[in-house]
């Protein structure tokens, strides 16, 4: 009797899990196909009731845009906004009701090391406009201000997964599955994600800074995702701050001749 409870509880959860996103199939003109004839993989994920994000990716390639929401059908864009070329970051932004809000960066040839414009808006109205040269001083003039204004007393110190980096590589090999649809596929690559440790060692804004395909990206996002609650924050002068993460994610297949 036990065991059935188990699996009933276990299909309700799966069912949820099922109802936060859905993926659809669709063809060159946008007529929803069956996967083997897709060109593209529409992915909607429920976030919570007045937040979905939408994913859109070739049906087997790397990410395309990714954009938050207000509505299921992606018709009122709000939030974070990123498109990518050849699976890198070329431009990330933000938009406000469908309004294009605060700073838009755009990198060179999808390369998201690469900063090349800023472009800053208020609705949807650009109102600055900084190049790389521009980029480049403000940096290095916000650089030295903090260098001058750091007492040489100072400690910095970075976030951690708890137990070090022994401990984060045994939960990265522990946790890794290589999906099924990458694997029927042959497809493989190198996902790199990024991601937030805040103050109080929480797992924020973790997003696809490298794609390769839709189940080998959502993979790595997982583990990461997983990982929260586990992370000592970093610290300067004494003091718990958020800090910024990289974590590349190798998908090798061993294919047999």
């Known amino acids: 009797m036990k065991k059935i409870i188990l699996l009933q509880a276990f299909f ?32 909607v994920l429920k976030i919570n009731n007045k937040l979905w994000q939408v994913n859109t990716y070739e049906a087997f390639g790397t990410m395309l845009t990714s954009f938050q929401t207000k509505d299921e059908n992606g018709s009122i864009k709000n939030g974070v906004y990123i498109s990518y070329e050849n699976g890198l970051i070329d431009t990330l932004g933000f938009f406000n009701n469908n309004q294009k809000d605060s700073t838009w960066k755009i990198f060179a040839h999808g390369n998201n090391q690469g900063l090349i414009k800023e472009l800053e808006y208020k609705n949807d109205k650009l109102i600055h406009e900084r190049d790389s040269i521009e980029i480049n001083i403000q940096r290095k003039y916000l650089l030295d201000s903090i260098k001058a204004n750091t007492p040489k007393t100072s400690v910095e110190v970075e976030s951690t997964f708890y137990g070090g980096d022994s401990a984060w590589h045994k939960f990265l090999t522990k946790n890794f599955r290589y999906p099924d649809r990458a694997v029927e596929n042959e497809i493989q690559g190198t996902v790199i994600i990024q991601f937030v440790v805040n103050k109080e060692g929480k797992i924020e804004d973790a997003h696809v800074e490298k794609s ?11 583990i990461i995702r997983k990982s929260n609650g586990n992370w000592i924050p970093a610290l300067q002068n004494g003091k718990n701050v958020k800090s910024y993460k990289r974590q590349p994610f190798e998908f090798k297949l061993q294919i047999q001749k």
């Open 212 to 222: 390769v395909e839709y189940s080998l990206d959502n993979e790595a996002l997982r």
């Open 12 to 43: 309700i959860c799966q069912l949820c899990m099922a109802q936060n996103e859905t993926v659809t199939y669709v063809n060159d003109r946008g007529k929803e196909v069956k996967e083997k004839n897709a060109h593209f993989l529409i992915q």
